[in-house]
């Protein structure tokens, strides 16, 4: 016993370095994460260094990272969301995965596979690296604009597809284990079923208890229930002998348009993130290197091959959909790679018998190489297609879940600056930790998040990256400089504006990056004496000068105590008494 105990936490503390050291070096180099981890994989698996062995066990884990990785696609699918995009989710997304996928297919029936193994193959294949497309779209610049929205569509189509490209597979399966299983028809109804008895759950039994958590406000309990959900939909399906994705996938749908999305994608993603990569390092370390250095060639040209049939058939798919021929070849380019899903789904391919474990371990490598090629290629392509700015590159309205404005605290300042922005007609993301509130303002149309809106995760899962403005609306004192100082450096285009609680806020705060910090009761208490003058008939003027003299004197007293951070500096601009009177 002991000795497993050591051999595990050896094998932990070794592919937590390797993936540590192979990942940080990958993303410095432009390359992305999912490299890293493979790589990683292949060094420290017994094939290279023979550090760690028994990949298979410890892929049985790793899938896990799948499980939840398709919860969160589930998430992603908010219904307005997929409304607003439907066009070219179904239309491009669509015609992109079919016509890659046959062409990639028919090319390698064309090189001796067979007809099962080249669909089990190809439309894999026809799916992109969305890890390394969206990083490449955020620093470009072009997350907001048509090009961005229309790349962002065909991945979103591609995750979509996982579900059925799944399915197809098991369907095709030569494994006698799934042949031996219940009949088509049958696994077609259990299918439904699932699906109607998970959602039914999701009405009434999973969306309750968020609820009763949220008000108990126990976070620690709210990451439980968020993994529970997750593998008690997986296991409910491979109770039944369907697709543990499938599983997830629902849960994620059933909960996308809940109040709780944000909160719950910012739980789940550090399991997602970890056992994710640790199923890409066992896919490293299952790679079958003898079997890819005997046809280095085949992988090369295929690695080839792969890039430019994607490239011309989305080069085509763009111009049929009206783009200029600019922005057609650059979206050709931008998602010319193979993705991190194909490693999945030949994982699948290879436990149907569709393909052998030499052709996953080949087309992996294909797949792997294609994915170092993207930053080189956009580099290389990069004069080219940013001359001349396109008419479809102008920037537009947010794409994604993105919005221009994140208002953190929906109370009675909250509403009124949300209000406010929504009708100038800016796109606001509303947070609150206040379940009663977020009922009653769902009860009025208003479309309100759980979650603690301080927190840079959550933050990041309901579009800052993309905000053009954080407010944070928040009742009391609760905002330190240093919180604001790590929001300004997690999200630097966003400007930060604040409620003060008193004029010790204003101190506190007025040396950091916030755009402005917004004492809560100075306006009111300034309309209130403006009222109270007009009630002893003091003329309008007189009242603008006083109201002048306050100001200009309030502000330079705060100057002074934001310099010094003593509330006693400047006490000489305090007014005291009545102007040109003495004491």
């Not at 290879?350 to 080949?362: C, E, F, G, H, V």
């Not at 200009?552 to 005291?576: H, S, Y």
Request: charged fraction near 20%; hydrophobic fraction near 55%; include cysteine.
């Amino acid at each position: 016993m002991h000795d497993a105990e050591a051999s595990l936490l050896q094998d932990g503390f070794l592919l937590l370095g390797f993936a540590l050291v192979f990942v940080l070096l990958f993303r410095r180099l432009g390359l992305g994460a999912t490299l890293g981890f493979l790589v990683a994989g292949i060094l420290v698996g017994p094939q290279v260094l023979d550090m760690v062995g028994d990949a298979e066990s410890k892929l049985g884990i790793a899938e896990l990272g799948i499980t939840l990785l398709l919860f969160v696609v589930g998430l992603e699918l908010n219904p307005s969301r997929l409304w607003r995009m439907k066009r070219d989710i179904l239309g491009l997304g669509l015609l992109q995965v079919t016509l890659c996928g046959l062409a990639i297919a028919g090319v390698i029936l064309a090189v001796g596979f067979s007809w099962e193994a080249a669909v089990a193959l190809g439309l894999p294949l026809a799916l992109s690296s969305t890890a390394q497309v969206l990083p490449l779209l955020r620093s470009s610049g072009r997350m907001r604009t048509p090009f961005g929205e229309r790349a962002f569509a065909i991945l979103l189509f591609q995750d979509l597809s996982i579900i059925p490209l799944i399915t197809i597979i098991a369907a095709m399966s030569r494994n006698p284990a799934d042949m031996g299983g219940p009949p088509g028809w049958l696994l077609t109804v259990y299918s439904f079923a699932a699906v109607a008895g998970l959602i039914t759950a999701g009405r009434f039994l999973i969306r309750p208890m968020f609820r009763l958590i949220g008000n108990m406000g126990e976070r620690e309990m709210f990451v439980f229930a968020a993994l529970f959900t997750v593998i008690a939909s997986a296991a409910l399906m491979e109770a039944l002998g369907l697709s543990t994705a499938l599983g997830a996938f629902v849960a994620g749908v059933m909960l996308a348009d809940s109040p709780y999305r944000h909160e719950l994608e910012a739980d789940v993603e550090p399991f997602r993130s970890i056992l994710l990569g640790l199923f890409f390092l066992t896919v490293g370390m299952m790679l079958n290197l003898h079997a890819i250095a005997e046809r280095p060639a085949f992988v090369i040209a295929m690695a080839l091959a792969l890039i430019a049939v994607k490239a011309l058939v989305i080069f085509a798919i763009g111009l049929a959909f009206r783009m200029s021929w600019r922005a057609a070849l650059a979206l050709g380019v931008l998602l010319s790679q193979g993705g991190e899903f194909g490693f999945v789904l030949f994982a699948q391919a290879q436990k149907a018998y569709l393909i052998a474990p030499d052709a996953a371990s080949l087309f992996g490598a294909i797949v792997t190489l294609s994915m170092a090629t993207t930053p080189f290629l956009m580099a290389a392509t990069k004069r080219f297609r940013e001359a001349p700015v396109e008419r479809d590159e102008e920037r537009e309205g947010p794409a994604a879940d993105g919005a221009n404005a994140i208002v953190v605290g929906y109370g009675r300042f909250g509403q009124t600056v949300a209000q406010m922005l929504m009708a100038s007609n800016i796109p606001v993301t509303l947070i609150d930790t206040d379940i009663e509130m977020i009922d009653i303002a769902g009860g009025f149309g208003a479309k309100v998040y759980f979650g603690d809106g301080t927190r840079l995760d959550l933050l990041r899962q309901a579009g800052a990256d993309e905000a053009e403005l954080i407010l944070f609306c928040l009742d009391g004192d609760q905002l330190s400089a240093e919180m604001v100082e790590a929001v300004h450096k997690a999200f630097p285009r966003a400007a930060i504006y604040i409620r003060g609680f008193d004029r010790r806020s204003a101190v506190r705060l007025g040396n950091t990056p916030a755009a402005a910090v917004v004492r809560e009761v100075l306006e009111s208490a300034m309309k209130m004496s403006r009222l109270a003058l007009e009630g002893l008939d003091v003329s309008p003027e007189d009242i603008d000068r006083a109201e002048d003299m306050y100001r200009a004197r309030d502000k330079e007293r705060l100057a002074k105590q934001i310099e010094t951070g003593d509330l006693r500096a400047a006490r000489d601009r305090i007014i005291t008494r009545p102007e040109g009177r003495d004491p």
